[in-house]
């Protein structure tokens, strides 16, 4: 009885640990989402002595109702204001509330400043490291003017088409009202973007505060030589308010009007260099990053089912629109649908963040092993001033068979046992006499009943006819439905003398509409297909040449009673 005794005591305690340990592990993953509803985001990482960064941080807990700890940011930073944002979103038909907590800092030294972890109840947000930049001494001492202007560029030297980040940096130790206008900036040799909306900070000068508009531009020489960014022109209306009892709302706007201009940069711009390959397109960048993806996953690939194929090329400091196409897969035994590339561009801290997404649908047409070959993306690296090669290996698929293609088995003929192949028979000779007799019977019978009937009957006609067949495939083409049109397109060739696929192999713009059909179908995303080319290529078809003998001269009979 001691066995069984202490069995059941174990089977008891692991039935009452159980739930604790459930309990334990829902406690820990609930205690993981609330931290991840705390977190804090700053609008800069990179910033000059003396200049404010604004801090954000945002709870989406609502069960939460404190305050976060601002006490370890005094170290290292002096809080110039703070307000807190209350906000109540509709994420489908759930409600979401978010609380922010802004604040505009400004760190007392210059090298790597690390904002610290904030607290707020038992969540924690993350370290965030500032890199702030030590100030130029020089000419502080000086007045300076209400409202002044800085431009700068991040590079003296750039190569030809490559990007040059242009900041202008305006400020002013007044106030300024809602008026204010920079003019466009418009350079004749170059194409330029700009980076983003204006940043407004603060920055302290010489113990006086100013306030600071931002405006970056990614500037991209389109020829080598110098070439001159010209001044920017800055004009806004100072908010000096005289005698209070003469002041008018709603009348004329106090105060005078200032412009300031920028001087005027030169930039050396470099041809490409002379050892670049000639063959390929001139990519001039700090990084470069070449990824791709499936859909589904290529084991899973089999005969007649598409597979998605994106590419993926991210370029650090070039447009979208720079980025060349990636090479076709022009693979023997894939067909290919490709589907419009996606671009993007994202503005960061060191200029623009290009982005092409190439998409193409592959269909194995046969099974058996299909090898795709390696992609390779050749740019020159500004950073180390080199050619570099970004190469996205080889990669093999197994296509599988697809059973729903498979025909069906023959049925295996009954072997015959020896013994009864070699021995006549005479029941089948029977069986043969008697179907022959029936058979005559019924012919005379049919034969006697068509001497009863008229000479011409209308047939009886089963299912649509093809000119009904010929107008659903006209309204489902030019209605751009790809669907019904594939569905009408199939119906109509069942009644044609030769498939679809003989007509097509024959005429080519009818192979050209229906690879345009395959396309729309196969494809990932929904796209607009015009279906009047297939609908001209169906009413154009020329009619199928039946084999013709070649006529011989007809040779006159012999006399039936030659002398």
Same mark, same amino acid.
């Given at each position: ?13 692991? /039935? ?16 993981? &989402?609330?931290?991840? &509803? ?18 954000? +941080? ?22 110039? /204001? ?16 978010? =609380? ?14 690390? !904002? ?7 969540? @924690? ?61 418009? !350079? ?41 960014? #010209? /001044? ?19 009348? $004329? ?71 060349p196409p990636l090479p076709a897969t022009q693979v023997d035994g894939l067909r290919r649908y490709p589907d419009q590339p996606q671009l993007?561009?994202q503005p960061s801290d060191n200029g623009m963040l290009g982005s092409r997404e190439d998409r193409e649908a592959l269909v194995p047409s046969?099974?058996?092993?299909? @090898? ?34 498979? #025909? ?6 009954? #072997? ?51 000119? =009904? ?15 019904? =049109? ?6 109509? &060739? ?15 713009? +009818? ?12 494809? %990932? ?16 078809? $020329?009619?199928?040449? %039946? ?14 009673? $030659?002398?």
């Open positions: 009885m001691k066995g069984p005794a202490k069995n059941l005591s174990a089977a008891i305690f692991r /039935g009452a640990l159980q739930p604790l340990l459930t309990l334990l592990l829902l406690m820990l993953l609930a205690t993981a &989402a609330r931290a991840d &509803a705390f977190f804090a985001s700053v609008d800069r990482t990179h910033l000059s002595e003396g200049e404010t960064v604004v801090l954000t +941080l945002e709870s989406t807990d609502p069960t939460r109702f404190g305050r976060p700890d601002f006490t370890p940011l005094e170290a290292d930073f002096e809080i110039l /204001g703070s307000r807190q944002v209350n906000r109540l979103t509709t994420l489908g038909d759930t409600p979401r509330a978010a =609380t922010r907590w802004i604040l505009t800092l400004q760190p007392k030294r210059s090298g790597q400043v690390q !904002i610290p972890p904030i607290r707020l109840e038992d969540a @924690e947000t993350l370290p965030i490291t500032l890199q702030i930049e030590a100030a130029n001494k020089a000419g502080q001492g000086e007045k300076l003017a209400p409202v002044f202007i800085d431009a700068s560029l991040d590079q003296e030297s750039v190569y030809v088409q490559a990007q040059a980040v242009l900041t202008l940096r305006i400020y002013h130790s007044v106030s300024l009202y809602d008026d204010s206008s920079l003019t466009p900036l418009q !350079i004749s040799d170059a194409r330029v973007e700009r980076l983003g909306e204006p940043r407004t900070y603060e920055k302290d000068i010489g113990g006086v505060r100013h306030g600071v508009i931002e405006v970056r531009y990614a500037i991209y020489p389109q020829r080598s030589g110098k070439l001159t960014i #010209p /001044g920017q022109v800055f004009s806004a209306t100072l908010a000096q308010r005289g005698n209070d009892n003469d002041f008018n709302p709603f009348g $004329p706007r106090p105060g005078r009007i200032s412009r300031v201009k920028s001087p005027d940069i030169p930039l050396q711009v470099r041809p490409k260099p002379a050892d670049y390959p000639a063959d390929a397109p001139w990519l001039p960048a700090r990084a470069l990053g070449l990824a791709e993806s499936w859909n589904p996953q290529p084991d899973q690939a089999e005969v007649g089912n598409s597979l998605t194929r994106r590419l993926i090329l991210k370029v650090d400091g070039l447009s979208s629109a720079q980025l993007n561009d046969r099974s058996g092993t299909v @090898e795709l070959p390696a992609l390779q993306v050749v740019w020159w690296n500004t950073q180390t001033d080199s050619l570099e090669r970004t190469t996205l290996a080889a990669r093999t698929l197994q296509v599988k068979d697809n059973p729903a293609l498979q #025909p069906d088995e023959p049925v295996s003929a009954i #072997p015959v046992e020896h013994d009864q192949a070699e021995s006549p028979l005479l029941w089948p000779w029977q069986l043969t006499s008697a179907l022959l007799a029936l058979t005559t019977l019924l012919g005379f019978g049919l034969w006697w009943h068509a001497r009863r009937q008229p000479a011409i009957q209308r047939a009886a006609q089963s299912g649509p006819s093809p000119r =009904t067949l010929l107008d659903d495939l006209k309204r489902a083409c030019l209605a751009g439905d790809a669907q019904a =049109t594939r569905h009408a397109l199939d119906a109509w &060739a069942r009644q044609q003398p030769e498939t679809l696929a003989d007509m097509a192999a024959r005429y080519v713009p +009818l192979s050209d509409a229906l690879d345009g059909l395959n396309g729309a179908l196969y494809s %990932e995303t929904s796209q607009q297909w015009q279906g009047e080319e297939l609908w001209k290529a169906i009413r154009s078809l $020329p009619t199928a040449q %039946e084999p013709s003998s070649t006529p011989q001269e007809s040779t006159p009979l012999p006399p039936l009673y $030659p002398r």
